[in-house]
């Protein structure tokens, strides 16, 4: 038997390796910026992703050969390539605009040291290795008058976070200024709790917290109702507090980082509601800067469209005819104004390209109010993904191969408007969606233990729902149940009873035969988008369908997934799209605006919009005006049923729904 060697032996090795690793690593950025001088001479793009895609297919085969597991080795040089690429675009982005090169930036930002805005400026410095002379402020509004006057070379406001959405108060704020967006950054937020060193959750009587942080981690503080909360104007103000109090009773929510600025230790870690969790800023100045065309780009801007029906549409029209890409869009009340609303875009291009000088040509001619904002490098860096096959997991077919088996050669296709013009009516009972009738769908999620009393109150929940304003259900999960079989015809006659429509969600294939026996329609979740024996047998049956597109899917891939269905005989098909990622935002799905349109313009199906996995309930009834702009059909809306204040909210949706 081998004998191990002493345990500080091997912590040596250890850390003659890690050393070891940080000077490869360092010697890596080095050879990464030679690149960036070389691609500044042949003006190529930052990005190869074609010769990305081969180093990672080469260093998992080699990976697995020394033993490495394949998503460990694809997690690191994700991170390292990322690193890559934002060097790269950072000396890029200095060379083109000499001008703001300076030894040291003035940075305004919210709070103080140890803020979460604090750690984003110091990070954006650090990557373009200048130092930092920081200026804290005490609000949004004083950190623009710090850079208007000159105060400051930069100020770093929060947009919105993956958790809490947009940060409303900032888009206000950037209609009355006249600086320029030049730049972004995105952190990852670990909320902690904070305290004195040798604290204690049981010592904690109260917790200091900017009102971000507070809602993002919502969830954990429902578990200790006994703290009470005290609202400060940032985190390091909180951790300030905690700092000058006389005993361990406070606490703190902030980072850990910013924490050991305050000498205060981490109590508990993790706090936040979702598990990754991510603030996104901008950097604003008073001149716009040259982006350097190799280098990806975004452009924001703000429009006031008028009142007239379709004025919206009509702008972002303007966009797809010119193949500009809209990643976000924001609207806000115009102040003075009622019932008029500003609208923010984030386009992702270049202000310098044609297609964009002449979109927004266009938008001057057809809009009340039209003003850029700035356009800047956008660093958010979509990881290189490879597929099942490249990973050595599956041999054969990926989801491209699938779909594209499945479109026919002929034209056209049964899903657009060439092969039949007038838009299709799904009629099921009195629920009619499509041709200009609206529709406002529930999922709700179904729980194991329905007794007769847990029956008793679904019946008085679902009263509600109709009583909101509801059409139909979708009953999700529904292998949570006990006895399916046994319950869910006792759920349908529930529904039926209050003139309910009866969806069930297919989650597994053996869900089909019971889903088709007691479902009025069937829901086939996004997941099973790219399942072409699942949708062929689907397409084979004579009941309604509500097909969810699948978040990694394309436009292209969600419509020729309807082809399979359509091609097998069922014409009853409702589009469903809850939101796809993308790369400002890799852990939540954005809502697709842009392929919404492009349906309603090519596609006669109909199409409603799940927007809750993407939108804040805060901003769930502004967003709603907006999709309705766009003529979805309706809306799906996932219901809490044991959460009052959720199903107040959905109430109040769908009421602007049909307002």
Known sequence: MHKPQPLNQTREQITNLDNELLSLLAERRRLSLEVARSKEVDVRPIRDTQREKELLARLVKEGREKGLDAHYVISLYQSIIEDSVLNQQAYLHGRA?????????????????????????????????????????????????????????????????????????????????????????????????????????????????????????????????????????????????????????????????????YQLESIEAGLANQKINQSRFIVVARKAVAVPEQLPAKTTLIMATGQKAGALVEALLVLKAHQLNMSKLESRPIPGTPWEEMF????????????????????????????????????????????????????STSKTQVISDAVPDANPFRYSKAYKAQASEISCGSFCIGGGNIGAIAKIVLTHDLSHLALSQFEHKIKQLKEAGFQAIILDDINQLVSPELILPKLRQTLHQYDLL????????????????????????????????????????????????????????????TEVILSQGNQQLILCDSGVRTFNNANLPTLDLTSLIQIKATSHLPIVINPCYAIADEALILQTKGIKQLKADGLVLNCNLNDNDSLKLMSSVVRELYN
Request: glycine share 6%; with cysteine.
């Open 502 to 561: 009866c969806i069930i969600a297919i989650e597994q294939a053996i869900d089909m035969v019971l889903a088709t026996q007691q479902g009025d329609m069937l829901f086939l979740t996004g997941k099973h988008m790219f399942n072409q024996s699942l949708l062929t047998q689907a397409g084979t049956l004579p009941i309604p369908l509500l097909l969810e597109r699948n978040d990694m899917a394309s436009y292209e891939e969600f419509l020729a997934a």
């Open 344 to 395: 923010y875009l984030d386009i992702d291009a270049n202000i310098s390209s044609e297609a964009m000088q002449a979109g927004l040509k266009q938008l001057e001619r057809i809009t009340r109010f039209i003003k850029v904002l700035g356009c800047y490098p956008c660093e958010t860096v979509k990881p290189t993904q490879l597929s099942n096959s490249q990973l050595l997991i599956e041999p």
């Open 97 to 261: 605009n000499p001008e703001t090169q300076k030894q040291q930036y003035c940075i305004a930002y919210l709070g103080a040291r140890g803020s979460y805005s604090y750690l984003a400026a110091t990070r954006y410095c650090q990557r373009r290795q200048v130092d930092m002379l920081d200026l804290g402020c005490q609000s949004f509004d004083e950190i623009v008058q710090a850079v208007e006057s000159g105060h400051a070379d930069y100020g770093f406001l929060p947009i919105e976070n993956t958790s809490s959405g947009s940060i409303n108060e900032v888009y206000d704020v950037l209609q009355h200024t006249s600086l320029s967006i030049v730049g972004e950054t995105t952190i990852e937020v670990s909320h902690c709790l904070l305290g004195k060193a040798g604290s204690k959750i049981s010592d904690i009587k109260t917790v200091y917290a900017h009102p971000q942080p507070i809602s993002q981690c919502s969830r954990y503080l429902s578990q200790h109702k006994d703290l009470r909360l005290e609202y400060c104007s940032s985190s390091a103000e909180a951790m300030e507090r905690v700092n000058q109090s006389p005993d361990n009773s406070a606490a703190a929510i902030g980072s850990a980082e910013g924490g050991a600025l």
